[in-house]
């Protein structure tokens, strides 16, 4: 059944049952008080490199705690900088806290730069599950004999990372394909795992505030359990076809869903190559067309569709025949709202457009302030970023993505902090700049990017838009419309009560006209939004005449 050499290309990983609750609990206290008592040691060590009048008050003692605490660090983490021994210890508590470091590594807006970069390096390529177990999930997953559903399925992996597995494969009507698994025990080890990170959050949230922790394991939590479903990512793969059905030359795998199922994923092989393989085989003219596709893609995604691909980077991109870009890997996917997009949507536009003011009002207004903040200073500071990359950009030393993530990061120093999804946003348009710094260096991403804004932006606010959602909410028009005859005449004969009441103070009738008058505008413009603009602006001109004429 399988194909290609036997030997395999990743390390084997264990079968065995994931540990169970106790010892889980055991393993991560361990590792957390070894985390707690390495940061100790690494600031103690810091500190003595320090004048003596720059130590930390408590030097002593602290060294001395410092001097208890070393034996009890394993060997080959002690004197490691602390970044790295933190990165070796999520290495070792297994896929759920590798996934989780991989999270971190894009919340620059939380944690020193020193460990997001230190966590870029965390494993990528685990141990593989045997051949012989693939087969086992598959059979039980699609309840059919393997040679019943494939032709064949390679026996050497392509990839295994800390959730899932690919395995080449060809269906029995021929097609090439790639079959994902989920690993055997991986969705036992994440539910449990998630239990003990949401008490560790809560725990932690009293401990360091600051760094948001049961926010960002709620949410690293939420993304992850997601993953271990394939019915899923199916389902995303679908969905991005679906809103790119106008555009042939944007790729997203097709889905075969007799052969899936929640373990188990079939899908269309995209036989392309990374970007960064690119090399010489691409004109011009195809490299300006490949980057004017991720342009559309990127800006699609995150401000047309507010559904966008959020683990993006270059190993996750492909380009096709044609040329075609494709995607692929759609396990994690991030959703906008539609305020939360159109906010997003309109920070970007001003970006491109230079705005650097409104850029930092609107950034400001997805931000959420912490204990402490300084929501005004972090405007100033985003502005003067802002300004000055639209002086000096360079599109290489200080770019659109750079921009954005400088501006990101800068929040945490004044406390104020980002949902998940804007950090994701952020790393699809740094991925989308890297690689077409790859396809073609000194590219200037803002003014590819102006024309698909600007039509995203515009299509937004056009009649036709306001005509299919005046179409949707027909029945709340036609119910508006029943009871404005009524709301009108209520609020004519409130305004004609108040204007005849006799008053010792001229003003005063007008004033009372005025509440009156706005009473009656509050109600016209509720019903504005379910209804055709003119027949409100008309209803309310007929009641301020009538408000007029009975003065």
């Known amino acids: 059944m399988g194909e290609g050499p036997t030997a395999p290309a990743f390390a084997t990983a264990p079968d065995t049952p994931p540990p169970g609750l106790v010892r889980r609990v055991l393993q991560t206290q361990r590792h957390l008080a070894g985390v707690i008592a390495g940061a100790l040691i690494a600031s103690v060590d810091a500190d003595r490199q320090r004048p003596r009048e720059q130590r930390h008050p408590l030097f002593g003692i602290r060294r001395g705690i410092a001097a208890l605490l070393r034996p009890f660090i394993a060997r080959d983490l002690r004197g490691l900088p602390f970044p790295v021994q933190l990165r070796r210890r999520l290495e070792r508590l297994g896929a759920t806290y590798i996934k989780l470091g991989q999270i971190l590594s894009l919340r620059e807006d939380l944690l020193p730069r020193d460990i997001t970069s230190e966590f870029k390096n965390l494993l990528d390529r685990l141990p593989a599950v045997p051949y012989e177990r693939v087969v086992e999930i598959v059979e039980a997953t699609l309840e059919r004999p393997v040679i019943a559903a494939f032709a064949s399925i390679e026996r050497t992996p392509i990839g295994s990372a800390s959730i899932g597995q690919v395995h080449r494969a060809t269906t029995i009507g021929g097609d090439a394909v790639i079959v994902k698994i989920v690993k055997p025990g991986i969705r036992e080890t994440l539910e449990r795992d998630a239990v003990l990170l949401r008490i560790s959050g809560t725990v932690l949230n009293w401990v360091i505030p600051r760094f948001r922790p049961k926010q960002v394991f709620a949410e690293f939590v939420e993304y992850t359990l997601r993953e271990v479903d394939l019915r899923r990512e199916a389902d995303n793969a679908e969905t991005f076809t ?101 906010t997003l949507m309109y920070y970007f536009y001003c970006l491109v457009a230079g705005d650097a003011e409104n850029a930092a009002r609107y950034l400001l207004a997805v931000a959420e302030p912490g204990p402490g903040a300084d929501p005004h200073g972090f405007r100033r500071d985003v502005e003067d970023v802002s300004r000055r990359w639209s002086r000096t950009a360079t599109f290489s030393d200080f770019s659109l993505a750079r921009l954005m993530l400088e501006s990101v990061t800068r929040a945490a120093h004044y406390r104020m902090y980002f949902p998940v999804e804007l950090v994701l946003m952020v790393k699809a348009v740094v991925t989308y700049e890297g690689v077409g710094q790859m396809l073609k260096p000194g590219f200037d991403i803002a003014s590819i990017s102006q024309a698909h804004i600007r039509a995203i932006f515009l299509e937004q606010f056009s009649p036709l838009r306001f005509a299919r959602e005046g179409a949707r909410s027909a029945p709340e028009v036609i119910d508006a419309l029943l009871r404005a005859p009524m709301l009108l005449n209520e609020g004519l004969r409130m305004i004609e009560r ?21 009473c009656l505008i509050g109600g016209v413009i509720a019903l504005v939004t379910k209804g055709p603009l003119a027949l409100w602006v008309g209803l309310f001109v007929l009641a301020v005449f009538f408000a007029l004429k009975r003065k």
């Open 242 to 342: 679906a809103n790119f059905k106008d555009r042939p030359d944007i790729v997203f795998p097709r889905i075969y869903r007799e052969l899936s199922g929640r373990d188990v994923l079939t899908m269309e092989f995209l036989d392309g190559i990374k970007p960064s393989d690119v090399g010489a085989s691409l004109s011009d003219a195809e490299r300006d067309t490949l980057i004017d596709l991720g342009a559309t893609a990127i800006i699609r995604m995150l401000y047309r569709d507010g559904f966008f691909h959020a683990d993006l980077h270059p190993g996750n991109l492909m380009v096709l025949p044609g040329p075609k870009c494709g995607f692929i890997d759609l396990g994690m996917v991030g959703r906008f709202d539609e305020e939360l997009r159109r």
């Open 498 to 518: 108040t204007t005849r009441q006799p008053a010792e103070n001229p003003l005063v009738g007008v004033r009372t006209s005025l509440l009156a008058g706005a």
